[in-house]
């Protein structure tokens, strides 16, 4: 199983604020997701990494970016937040196939 | 069509029941298929994956693959109120994204 820390847990902010969700790992794993979640909705892929250096776009049109600086790091920004990003934001790691989650990010935005 | 389809319940069983859960995909080239549970308010937790065809059992649970049906299911068997949850089917795409359903949630009463 992996360790992936995200931060903050919860975050309310105003609306044109711009902000940054964290998300760690310290197993190594080379591949990453970012998932948006709706309370009793699907997971909805945003980003995603197969390594350092590489991001792709996922099947949800999204306003954020994503870096992949470090293996272990995989932080999602959020230019200017608006009330439809709020949200759960998922981050995932995977040494291959399966994927592990991290504990989410509620995201409000008012 | 839904890359991975799964019927959003709720699914209701008796305590000591087989639950049966289904899923169907959309991309013949996939090759890697996963179940996860997922309690409210929590993230989503790996409970088994599957790659080739046939049945893979752990536990009280079982996997079953038919690659030519497109088709995966889990069986639960001596469903416990405890395994009341939405249950998420998740395919690897051979791009490597990892695609969830929208998952059934189940509900098991004593």
């Known amino acids: 199983e992996a360790d992936i820390y995200q931060t903050p847990r919860y975050l309310v902010i105003g609306t044109g604020k711009k902000i940054t969700l964290e998300c760690s790992q310290t197993m190594g794993h080379d591949k990453m997701y970012w998932y948006q979640q709706d309370p009793g909705m699907e997971l909805h892929l945003i980003h995603y990494?197969?390594?350092?250096?590489?991001?792709e776009k996922g099947d949800l049109s999204s306003e954020s970016t994503v870096s992949r600086i470090r293996t272990e790091h995989f932080p999602l920004t959020l230019e200017s937040a608006r009330p439809s990003h709020t949200s759960q934001y998922l981050c995932?790691?995977?040494?291959?196939?399966?994927?592990?989650f991290g504990q989410g990010t509620r995201l409000t935005v008012v | 069509q839904k890359e991975v389809e799964q019927n959003s319940g709720p699914l209701s069983v008796p305590e000591g029941a087989i639950a049966s859960l289904n899923c169907t995909y959309s991309?013949?080239?996939?090759?890697?298929f996963f179940w996860y549970r997922q309690y409210s308010g929590k993230s989503p937790e790996l409970i088994m994956f599957?790659?080739?065809?046939g049945d893979k059992e752990d536990g009280r649970f079982t996997a079953q693959l038919n690659k030519a049906s497109q088709y995966v299911s889990l069986l639960i068997r001596d469903s416990q109120p405890s395994d009341s949850a939405t249950y998420l089917c998740?395919?690897?795409?051979?791009?490597?994204?990892?695609?969830f359903g929208t998952g059934t949630r189940l509900q098991v009463f004593p």
């Open positions: 599957i790659y080739s065809n």
């Open positions: 995932a790691s995977s040494p291959g196939d399966e994927a592990f």
């Open positions: 990494s197969y390594g350092v250096n590489s991001t």
């Open positions: 998740a395919v690897k795409s051979p791009g490597d994204k990892l695609i």
């Open positions: 991309d013949r080239g996939s090759q890697s």
